[in-house]
Nanobody
Framework: QVQLQESGPGLVKPSQTLSLTCTVS??????????WAWIRQPPGNGLEWIGY???????YYRPSLKGRTSISRDTSANHFSLQLNSATPEDSAVYYC???????????WSKGTLVTVSQ
């Protein structure tokens, strides 16, 4: 059973960097044909895909966030991370990490963590 757990600050000031880490247990982030995704849900809105990092370590980003998003991984720690630069209040959301198959199915999800961007 794969489990994912996010960690990171719940409050970020505007213009600062929003940083989260997702630690994976029960499976390796280097397993072929799987992808490790970040998704968020702003208050009152639907889910929004942010990006993912694939089993070889290549990242892919939502085009509208590409310029200020970075997804990386640490294979020795079996975790992957999200950095969102120049955060604004519009980045406030519940952030999830997930394991995604090569058929774009989100097989496992984290519980989600609320990040608020505010002074």
């Amino acid at each position: 059973q794969v489990q994912l757990q996010e960690s990171g600050p719940g409050l970020v000031k505007p213009s600062q960097t929003l940083s989260l880490t997702c630690t994976v247990s029960g499976g390796s982030i280097t397993t072929n044909d799987y992808f490790w995704a970040w998704i968020r849900q702003p208050p009152g809105n639907g889910l929004e895909w942010i990006g993912y990092i694939d089993f070889s370590g290549s990242p892919y980003y939502r085009p509208s966030l590409k310029g200020r998003t970075s997804i990386s991984r640490d294979t020795s720690a079996n975790h992957f991370s999200l950095q969102l630069n120049s955060a604004t209040p519009e980045d406030s959301a519940v952030y999830y990490c997930a394991k995604m198959s090569n058929t774009w199915t989100m097989e496992y999800w984290s519980k989600g963590t609320l990040v608020t961007v505010s002074q």
